[in-house]
């Protein structure tokens, strides 16, 4: 009977992500871009969308992003960490921008990865601020997206500070999986219940 019940929580478990990053997960990350979410927030009509899913059995971060409408043309493309919304902090990934991100446009998507065990993924100076070592900078650019504080943000010629940002959040799905887990399990300890 309990390894029945072992086997179950073993797959909710797995299916719902619980298992834990040590066993490699893939987290993913969506969320708007807007000027509103800049520090301090800017006025333009500005948006995107960005998808950011962090891979942690391969170690690599892929980004997909698509913006439209900016003011002027595009500076730099970056993710930053480590800080609380809606705080600012200094830029973890690559400088000025996401290899081959487009520069000199108001509008276009992106997709790349970064491969996290790789020094030119950084920014040299979030590898200095964080142990000096890869895997040091590597622990604690996961830690920020696990705990919610890193962001992406678009750089333009008229806001070089930053024109549109979002802090990246897990999608909703995530805690949904969680709350069917905990349902799946609750059942399965109210039949043992009542058979007992």
């Known amino acids: 009977m309990f390894r029945k019940h072992a086997r179950a929580l073993a ?3 797995s299916v719902t992500g619980l298992a834990g990053v040590s066993c490699g997960a893939t987290i993913t990350f969506s969320a708007p871009l807007s000027g509103a979410n800049e520090s301090p927030a800017v006025s333009t009509p500005g948006t995107g969308f960005t998808t950011v899913t962090l891979d942690t059995a391969t ?15 595009t500076t730099a493309a970056h993710i930053h960490c480590c800080v609380s919304p809606p705080g600012s902090t200094g830029v ?3 400088l000025p921008a996401f290899p081959g991100f487009p520069l000199g446009v108001t509008s276009g998507t992106y997709t790349g990865a970064l491969d996290l065990t790789q020094p030119v993924s ?28 890193t962001y992406l ?8 500070s930053g024109e549109i940002r979002a802090f990246l959040t897990p999608e909703p799905a995530s805690a949904i999986l969680a709350g069917l887990a905990l349902a799946g399990l609750w059942m399965i300890r109210r039949k043992r219940e009542l058979r007992d």
């Open 92 to 94: 973890a990934t690559t």
């Open 11 to 13: 797959i909710l478990w």
């Open 59 to 73: 170690q690599l971060l892929t980004i997909d992003l698509t913006f439209t409408n900016l003011t002027t043309a």
């Open 153 to 160: 943000n678009i750089h333009t010629a008229e806001n070089p």
């Open 122 to 149: 950084y920014n040299p100076a979030f590898i200095t601020a964080n142990g000096g070592t890869v895997s040091s900078a590597e622990a604690a650019f996961i830690t920020g997206f696990e705990t919610g504080m």
